[in-house]
């Protein structure tokens, strides 16, 4: 009887582990980080160039601001809004230069608390020849919105 019994409950211990063990399993899955919500809440972007004054502005002037702000028009998230006091969102980008690399940048940022809620960057081709440069700024703004706006769906379905 004892050898029944002691039978008995290593089974039941070896049973209870074994189909423990994916319930135990799926409770160790680290869990994904949640994204912002305001990613997915906003209704309103106000564009921020803060490129600043620098000898990269001289050559590209005002294409990169107007392609993001075409990208975003076509992509009809936001509502572009002209003060950042009307907006749920800022859309900050920079076009940075550190001898020949150049680099785009936006950051999404909180215009309430100031906080940068996420950023993306893109390295940016460079040409002597103008049109081509438009051509890269534009390549690489696609890029960058194309990031974008796969975030906010992702923080969308979260």
Request: proline share 5%.
């Amino acid at each position: 009887m004892r050898a029944f019994t002691q039978t008995t409950v290593l089974t039941a211990v070896l049973c209870l582990g074994f189909f423990s063990s994916p319930l135990l399993a799926q409770k160790q899955q680290p869990k994904v980080a949640p994204l912002p919500t305001l990613l997915s809440s906003a209704k309103t972007a106000f564009i921020s160039d803060i490129t600043g004054g620098s000898s990269i502005t001289k050559d590209y002037s005002d294409r990169p601001y107007n392609s993001i702000y075409a990208a975003l028009a076509k992509w009809d998230r936001f509502q572009i809004v002209t003060r950042p006091t009307e907006a749920d969102v800022i859309l900050e980008f920079r076009l940075a230069s550190n001898g020949s690399h150049k680099e785009l940048s936006l950051t999404v940022v909180d215009p309430k608390t100031h906080a940068a809620l996420w950023a993306f960057s893109q390295d940016l081709a460079d040409s002597p020849r103008r049109a081509t440069r438009e051509k890269y700024i534009d390549q690489t703004i696609a890029a960058l919105i194309g990031a974008l706006k796969d975030l906010v769906e992702e923080a969308s379905n979260q």
